[in-house]
């Protein structure tokens, strides 16, 4: 068993739908094999065709974790996880290593040139720091219950809200286990029964991946990620649960902040470990996230004018297309406004009123940012058709009771 601080708990624990889909009912091919890297070797998978996902497991199981989403994601992509050293089948660490420097031995001898990385809890610790070092390999990041280097824990979350006193209250196995499985109310939500009984056979299942090996030769990253997050430029989806701990929220607060039009959702109903708890929500809002991943690019990389032609090109092709939800473009178009990009603005809510044509909201804020330019003739137009929609948009009543002066 690691001796393992309460601090780390978390970030140790997965955050997958192994429960809800078995790999021996999936006719998804799977190519495996072991990759050497400096001082031992590392088990990978890989299935399905296209561009590249890689999937980073969490911190106390192993690649397994993933299964509720391997084999759905690799009907469309070509997908691989992997075990980090010392879990699963790779080999336990006899020296000093980095989780980084492997995951790029991984990149390079697979032959992956760019790839979406998702990570989980402290797989998505891993991911950040890995972005920051190759962040021209990595072209989008899927962050699930995720914490970032160089930001701390509170009190509340190393004694899990008051309810572990000292590290010693679990550190025989089968109390950890008993713990985070089944009595620890963040990492599956309460109501999760089923879920609950499915990790902890997982977590019996699995004894090897409690290594002390790992916490005396992990080597830290470069630098601590908190302070430059800024510089991650690729779309981002930071994803939580509804009652993952406090600290978790902040961390992801803090990833949603620092990375540039990053996107955070809060899942209902899910504590950490949200793929393992509602794997169909969690898939259904990654594929939205993948399936908006060329627009939201444009929209980092070239700026507001660029993405909106390409949202036109594409919408020529697919009228039905919307790589967004309304009020990520509304959130957008607020922030350039109140950073004085007034013509931005415009822009950006103009796009959410073809995208979302029957939302008063939408037309409301276009109007706002009418009224922000001086155009009087076209914010009394938005304002009409926002009032048209939603009669009882009293905000809009109330604005063309200025506008027209009565």
Not at 171 to 200: C, T
Not at 382 to 400: C, G, I, V
Request: aromatic share 10%.
């Amino acid at each position: 068993m690691r001796k393992t601080t309460i601090a780390a708990c978390l970030l140790l624990l997965p955050a997958a739908g192994a429960f809800s889909q078995k790999a021996d009912t999936i006719p998804v091919p799977v190519d495996s094999g072991y990759l050497n890297v400096e001082g031992g070797r590392l088990y990978y998978e890989t299935a399905g065709a296209g561009d590249y996902i890689v999937l980073l497991h969490d911190g106390l199981l192993h690649r397994v974790v993933w299964d509720g989403q391997f084999f759905e994601l690799a009907k469309h992509y070509r997908v691989v996880r992997y075990d980090r050293r010392g879990y699963g089948k790779s080999s336990v660490p006899q020296a000093p290593f980095s989780n980084v420097g492997d995951l790029n031995q991984l990149f390079t001898q697979l032959k992956i040139d760019e790839a979406v990385v998702f990570g989980m809890s402290s797989g998505g610790r891993l991911a950040i720091d890995f972005t920051l070092k190759y962040p021209d390999k990595v072209n989008g990041l899927v962050l699930v219950g995720a914490v970032v280097s160089g930001y701390g824990y509170s009190t509340h979350f190393n004694t899990r809200g008051g309810r572990l006193k000292s590290h010693s209250e679990i550190s025989e196995p089968s109390r950890f286990i008993r713990y985070f499985g089944w009595e620890d109310p963040y990492e599956i939500s309460p109501d999760n029964i089923e879920a609950k009984k499915a990790f902890m056979k997982l977590l019996e299942a699995n004894p090897g991946n409690f290594n002390e090996a790992l916490d005396n030769f992990a080597s830290p990253p470069d630098r601590p990620a908190v302070k430059s997050l800024s510089e991650i430029k690729v779309p981002t989806l930071v994803l939580v649960g509804e009652n993952d701990i406090p600290d978790v929220h902040a961390h992801s607060g803090v990833i949603e902040a620092g990375i540039p039009n990053a996107r955070r959702e809060i899942v209902p109903r899910a504590g950490h470990l949200i793929p393992f708890e509602q794997p169909e929500a969690f898939n259904a809002v990654v594929f939205r996230f993948l399936n908006s991943l060329d627009f939201i690019s444009i929209l980092n990389s070239q700026g507001v004018s660029a993405a909106v032609q390409y949202f036109h090109k594409k919408r020529e092709v697919d009228p039905g297309y919307t790589p967004f939800e309304e009020n990520q473009m509304n959130a957008l178009g607020y922030a350039s406004l109140q950073q004085g990009r007034i013509e931005e603005a415009i822009e950006l809510f103009t796009l959410n009123t073809i995208a979302f044509p029957e939302s008063a909201n939408t037309f409301d804020s276009l109007g706002e940012a009418y009224l922000t330019a001086g155009n009087k003739e076209l914010a009394i137009k938005n304002y009409e058709k926002s009032l048209e929609l939603n009669p009882q948009n009293q905000n809009a009543a109330d604005q063309l009771k200025k506008l027209r002066g009565n």
